[in-house]
């Protein structure tokens, strides 16, 4: 009895400090809603559902800055607080642009999917596919305005340079229009503004009316997805070797204890390894790749040094830490 009383002590105490995962978790996304953070949030919920209640609250500014430097300087030790990222994420890092911080400041959590990029068109558009955005980069890159998340040096700015470099163009002669987030990109496409998009299959066929209206001219990946975009050509198949996957994931802040980050790791593995879950990747336009533990920091490790090559093959100025 003595033993059973000072367990549930111990409990409490850490539950009071703060040192363990709360019922009630919040997922942190970092742009305005109906973006990828957005999206991973909301399988966070699904995926937590009947376990913990998740709260999403939204951090907008320069596409997952705010949220980066907010956990690694005011909220550095919330053990209930998840952070959505993605492999922008991870790029934005490699260029120094969420300030003085790295991707040691910190506390990478779990990969839960992988999404890819696309290049869009509206219904409307002259351009049926690749080869004709490339004719039209290659006449005049200033024809074609691409909409997008994310400033220069963005993941979604990278997947337009690629098509540009792909189709002989200079990619610094892209007219690329920057949005807080995909949603807004989209919005602005449908709108007319810009003449393409280029962001995440998972932005195009959740947000608002999905791929109606849209012509998804190619899917960067190695192989054709399924889904709404069964039809859709990879850019591989059209001739040009561009393939661009987007990890989707959590972390935490730097200072969340490790018996914090193993107990999330496992309440994650569990998650993910339900017979339900391949199905609930499929409801928000996600692929698997599940990864926590040291396979996740080899990973993280791997593309911040992939991002980096990146990086300095096409000239960007990386901040000064």
């Known amino acids: 009895m003595r033993f059973i009383l000072f367990l549930l002590l111990a409990l409490a105490s850490r539950a009071c400090l703060g040192q363990t995962p709360l019922e009630k978790a919040e997922c942190i996304a970092g742009a305005k809603a109906g973006g990828g953070f957005d999206l991973t949030c909301k399988l966070l919920t699904d995926m937590l559902s009947g376990t913990k209640d998740v709260r999403t609250s939204y951090?907008?500014?320069?596409?997952?800055?705010?949220?980066?430097?907010?956990?690694?300087?005011?909220?550095?030790?919330?053990?209930?607080?998840?952070?959505?990222?993605?492999?922008?994420?991870?790029?934005?890092?490699?260029?120094?642009?969420?300030?003085?911080?790295?991707?040691?400041?910190?506390?990478?959590?779990?990969?839960?999917?992988?999404?890819?990029?696309?290049?869009a068109v509206r219904n409307d558009s002259p351009l049926h596919s690749l080869g004709d955005l490339a004719k039209a980069l290659k006449a005049d890159p200033r024809a074609v305005t691409f909409g997008a998340g994310g400033t220069i040096g963005s993941q979604d700015w990278f997947k337009a340079a690629l098509v540009a470099m792909a189709?002989?163009?200079?990619?610094?002669?892209?007219?690329?229009?920057?949005?807080?987030?995909?949603?807004?990109?989209?919005?602005?496409?449908?709108?007319?503004?810009?003449?393409?998009?280029?962001?995440?299959?998972?932005?195009?066929?959740?947000?608002?009316?999905?791929?109606?209206?849209?012509?998804?001219?190619?899917?960067?990946?190695?192989?054709?997805?399924g889904g709404a975009f069964a039809h859709v050509p990879t850019a591989r198949e059209q001739g040009f070797d561009?393939?661009?996957?987007?990890?989707?994931?959590?972390?935490?802040?730097?200072?969340?204890?490790?018996?914090?980050?193993?107990?999330?790791?496992?309440?994650?593995?569990?998650?993910?390894?339900?017979?339900?879950?391949p199905k609930l990747l499929a409801k928000y336009g996600l692929y698997p790749l599940s990864l926590t533990g040291p396979e996740l920091r080899s990973?993280?490790?791997?593309?911040?040094?992939?991002?980096?090559?990146?990086?300095?093959?096409?000239?960007?100025t990386r901040a000064v830490k």
């Open 242 to 277: 561009i393939v661009w996957p987007i990890a989707r994931g959590f972390y935490l802040g730097p200072d969340v204890s490790d018996r914090d980050v193993r107990d999330w790791e496992e309440v994650m593995r569990r998650a993910m390894a339900a017979p339900g879950y």
């Open 59 to 119: 951090l907008p500014g320069g596409i997952g800055a705010v949220a980066f430097t907010t956990f690694a300087t005011k909220r550095r030790a919330e053990p209930s607080s998840l952070v959505a990222f993605s492999s922008g994420s991870l790029l934005n890092l490699a260029q120094g642009k969420f300030g003085p911080y790295g991707d040691a400041d910190a506390r990478w959590l779990a990969v839960v999917g992988v999404d890819y990029g696309v290049i």
């Open 167 to 225: 189709a002989g163009a200079n990619h610094k002669s892209i007219r690329f229009v920057a949005f807080e987030g995909g949603g807004d990109a989209i919005a602005a496409l449908r709108g007319g503004h810009v003449s393409v998009f280029a962001g995440d299959a998972a932005e195009v066929s959740r947000i608002d009316k999905g791929v109606d209206g849209l012509r998804v001219l190619a899917v960067l990946s190695k192989e054709r997805i």
């Open 299 to 316: 990973f993280i490790a791997d593309e911040m040094a992939r991002y980096r090559q990146l990086v300095s093959q096409f000239q960007l």
